[in-house]
């Protein structure tokens, strides 16, 4: 029998569909930083943003920062989030490339705080 977050899993909105009718210039007004690391992505994969932080235990985005490198699948990561964490000094940040394999829960978690 398949439990309830599994029924649900395919149903769940991502905050790029609140964005859909947004304009660009609309986008780029609300949320400046994401809007240009963004399009400085020229590649045809999908990023993930890797954050590392120079003070481990950061808060920023609800998120806790460890000293080691944390992939964030950008669906996951609300733009008011992502625009928090790029704007954190202590905080070092880049898009790379989704590695094939997702990253396994439990490191996720542990790196959420």
């Known amino acids: ?15 790029l569909d609140e964005f859909r009718t947004v304009t660009e210039d609309e986008f780029k007004k609300l949320y400046p930083l994401t809007h240009a690391l963004m399009r400085a992505w020229d590649r045809a994969v999908e990023p993930v943003l890797r954050v590392v932080s120079t003070d481990a235990g950061l808060r920023r985005g609800d998120l806790a920062h460890p000293a080691t490198p944390v992939l964030h699948d950008l669906k996951t990561l609300h733009p008011a989030k992502i625009e928090q964490i790029l704007a954190e000094p202590a905080l070092i940040t880049e898009l790379v490339e989704k590695p094939d394999e997702p990253v396994p829960a439990d490191d996720a978690k542990s790196a959420q705080g």
Request: hydrophobic share 25%.
């Open 1 to 15: 029998m398949a439990s309830k977050k599994d029924e649900t899993a395919g149903t769940e909105k991502s905050w």
